[in-house]
Every structure is written in C-alpha cells, then in structure tokens.
C-alpha cells in the first residue's frame, strides 16, 4: 500500500466507493484505505470467511456494517479483505504480483520460495501467503533498516515509519497491519519494538533498540 501511494496510485483516504459505487451497504463505500490498514472499517467481522469461495463478492456487496467507519477497532480480516480489490482496482496489479516485482525479488525472496492464496482471481490480502522462515527474515531486515536493502531503497522510509506506530486513538497497539509496543505489550522488550503476527504463529519481531529480529 505504501509503493501504491508513493507512486501517485492509492491514498490513505481513498473509500471504498471510489472503487466500487456499488458497495454495499452504502456506508461501506465511506470506509478509507487507513481504516482498512488500521482495522477501523466496520464491516462486519465474519469468522467464516476463511471457507469462503465467494470472499470478495461477499465483503463488497454482503457484509453488513456493525459499526460506522471509524468508530470502533476490530480486528477484522472481513474489512481487511476490501483492500485487495481496492488496490486491485487502484494499481491494475495483484498485490502478490506487485509484491513480487517491488520487494520480493528486490530482496532476493525466489519466486519458488512462496505461494500467496487467490480466490475468485484475487489475492487474498489477510493471510494466506506460505513462504520460509528465511524469507520473513529479510522482510525483518527491510523493515529495521527502514526499507533499505544493501544500497537501495525498496519501501518509502516514511511509510514504514507510519506502519509502526500507532494508527489511530482506539487501540495504540495497533499500526498500519503491525503490532508495536507503545503501550507495553511486551513488558520486558523495548517500546521502540513491533512485529507481524501471523497465522499459526507464523511471527515477525523487530526491536530497533536492539538491532534484532
């Protein structure tokens, strides 16, 4: 998402609408680009989804809002699903083809090191990316020397800066899809510190403090 924006494609408040008028119901096409990141969307937060072959019809057109834009934290795969269509629509790109081109191959993660999952021809944006422990060690890497690899830099310093910390009012902890430390989750580790949790414990920690990951 961050690419997306430093290429003049996407914005943090860019709705839902934009993309697909639509939407529905209609107070999903108010929800932004930050409230999906920042899990704030409203939309309904169905557990189910995970067994969905019609995820994104579904999202777009089915989920109810349980809550206005904004109001609330959730975390909420359901919202997050909309960003895939959403970038889809903004870039022309998947976000694993786009992954791939900008970042991916850029910090040496080979194309036979990963599969993203797709349902009705999208990527899904929540989960579903199987790769190496090696592999989410370089993002790791990216990540704590802020989007630079070796010479190059890959992601927007000032997005990754953003990503980290708190994103909204309503729960601090969370960022833009990273967790961070700012209010003491991990008593014993420096607040400086934030992590990718992922499915089945599939977790990435970094501590800038302690140059570690």
């Given at each position: 998402?961050?690419?997306?924006i430093a290429d003049g494609k996407l914005a943090l408040d860019h709705t839902v609408g934009k993309y697909f008028p639509d939407a529905g119901p209609k107070s999903k096409r108010a ?42 934290w959730e975390y909420n795969n359901t919202g997050l699903t909309l960003l895939s269509p959403v970038f889809h629509k903004a870039t022309g790109k998947q976000i694993d083809e786009f ?115």
């Amino acid at each position: 998402t961050g690419l997306a924006i430093a290429d003049g494609k996407l914005a943090l408040d860019h709705t839902v609408g934009k993309y697909f008028p639509d939407a529905g119901p209609k107070s999903k096409r108010a929800v932004t680009v930050k409230q999906l990141l920042s899990m704030t969307s409203g939309v309904h937060n169905d557990p189910g989804i995970v067994k969905r072959e019609d995820l994104f019809s579904y999202a777009l057109r089915s989920a109810a809002m349980d809550h206005e834009p904004g109001a609330r934290w959730e975390y909420n795969n359901t919202g997050l699903t909309l960003l895939s269509p959403v970038f889809h629509k903004a870039t022309g790109k998947q976000i694993d083809e786009f992954l791939d081109e900008r970042v991916f191959r850029p910090i040496g993660l080979r194309k036979d090191d990963w599969t993203w999952e797709r349902r009705e021809g999208l990527a899904v944006p929540y989960s579903g990316w199987h790769t190496t422990g090696r592999s989410l060690g370089r993002i790791g890497l990216l990540v704590l020397h802020q989007g630079k690899w070796r010479d190059k830099q890959v992601v927007p310093a000032a997005w990754l800066k953003k990503s980290v910390v708190p994103s909204q009012e309503l729960n601090k902890a969370y960022g833009y899809l990273w967790w961070n430390n700012s209010t003491g989750r991990w008593p014993t580790v420096p607040r400086d510190a934030y992590a990718a949790l992922g499915k089945w414990g599939n977790n990435i920690f970094v501590a800038p403090a302690l140059d570690l990951i």
